[in-house]
């Protein structure tokens, strides 16, 4: 099946720093990935789709200066927190898009544990 | 009208039994239907997707659509404790976002 990886697993940071998080197909190419935010006991919630050489399309009520989107190459996206607070600890996840045929589906990473002290 | 809907649960079934899991969707247009379970403090992981209306099974697993009810389920056969998580419908729009429902909560009692 395909494989989707994340860097890091979980990361701890100083309030007002910024936060580099890695999304990876491994098997195949994704032309596009989407990134995820996700509270306790809450529903996923898509942040943005992250579209390779062209710039990412952000959910309503998103920041895009906040959350930094790069898809550099057809296997990795990153997502930058910047200037983090408190309120942006939460599970991040991201997935990508695999198509074959008429087959499109998506494979989720295992996520990023963010918190911001 | 959410756009996907499910039961939120917990729904919970005794270990061995089969557990029945719905979904009902509104955009009578969407082609492809996805089941991702979720444990606990993970990511969804994919375990059925369906394309077409009838049913699809996947060793203890069958999806069932029914697009002219807007209707798809999946059925747990021999339901252990390790199935116990909350299960995600999903469906694809065009563009290839995946559009969500709130997600049951399964729970199997041994």
């Known amino acids: 099946g395909a494989v989707v990886s994340q860097h890091p697993s979980w990361v701890i940071c100083k309030s007002g720093t910024s936060v580099k998080i890695e999304c990876r197909s491994l098997?195949?190419?994704?032309?596009?990935m989407f990134w995820y935010r996700q509270f306790p006991k809450q529903s996923l919630m898509l942040m943005a789709t992250?579209?390779?050489?062209?710039?990412?399309?952000?959910e309503q009520g998103v920041e895009k200066d906040k959350f930094l989107i790069n898809h550099a190459s057809l296997t990795l996206s990153t997502l930058t927190v910047t200037s983090a607070h408190p309120e942006d600890s939460s599970f991040y996840i991201c997935s990508a898009r695999a198509l074959a045929g008429a087959r499109d589906t998506q494979y989720f990473g295992p996520g990023t544990r963010l918190t911001v002290l | 009208q959410k756009e996907v809907e499910q039961n939120s649960g917990p729904l919970s079934v005794p270990e061995g039994a089969i557990a029945s899991l719905n979904c009902t969707y509104s955009d009578r247009g969407s082609q492809s239907f996805f089941w991702y379970r979720q444990y606990s403090g993970k990511s969804p992981e994919l375990i059925m997707f369906?394309?077409?209306?009838g049913d699809k099974e996947d060793g203890r697993f069958t999806a069932q659509l029914n697009k002219a009810s807007q209707y798809v389920s999946l059925l747990i056969r021999d339901s252990q404790p390790s199935d116990s998580a909350t299960y995600l419908c999903?469906?694809?729009?065009?563009?290839?976002?995946?559009?969500f429902g709130q997600g049951t909560e399964l729970s199997v009692k041994p």
């Open positions: 098997d195949f190419q994704a032309t596009t």
């Open positions: 992250s579209n390779e050489g062209s710039k990412a399309t952000y």
């Open positions: 369906i394309y077409s209306n």
């Open positions: 999903a469906v694809n729009n065009q563009g290839g976002k995946l559009i």
